[in-house]
Nanobody, 122 residues
């Protein structure tokens, strides 16, 4: 499975961006998906995920602001990011794991997309 992430860019605080992660094959509903982010010099951290059963999870700092979803027909998973804050600035990565529940452990994910930069200005 190859993953292609897109949608990053520059936004002002309070603005929105939508990230997309497209898989190379019909996988959207067969895998658990995760969105991670990494700031320079820091560990990559889980942001949100969606299991193969559609169950979603969010880290506390993005609850109520970010929404993860998937479009099975397009083999694409999205991360809608609203009310952006400067502390959301990071490189964002998408990842896919085998079918089942999702989580924020990097070790559970077998496939990773390239990162996409998100920069939020104050």
């Amino acid at each position: 499975v190859q993953l292609q992430a897109s949608g990053g860019g520059l936004a002002q605080a309070g603005g929105s961006l939508r990230l997309a992660c497209t898989a190379s094959g019909p996988t959207a509903d067969r895998y658990a998906w995760g969105w991670f982010r990494q700031e320079p010099g820091k560990e990559r951290e889980g942001v949100s995920c969606i299991g193969s059963n559609g169950f979603t999870s969010y880290r506390d700092s993005v609850k109520g602001r970010f929404v993860v979803s998937r479009d099975v027909a397009k083999d694409t998973v999205y991360l809608q990011m609203n009310s952006l804050k400067p502390e959301d600035t990071a490189v964002y990565f998408c990842a896919a794991a085998g079918p089942g529940v999702c989580g924020f452990s990097r070790a559970m994910y077998d496939y990773w997309g390239q990162g996409t930069q998100v920069t939020v200005s104050s």
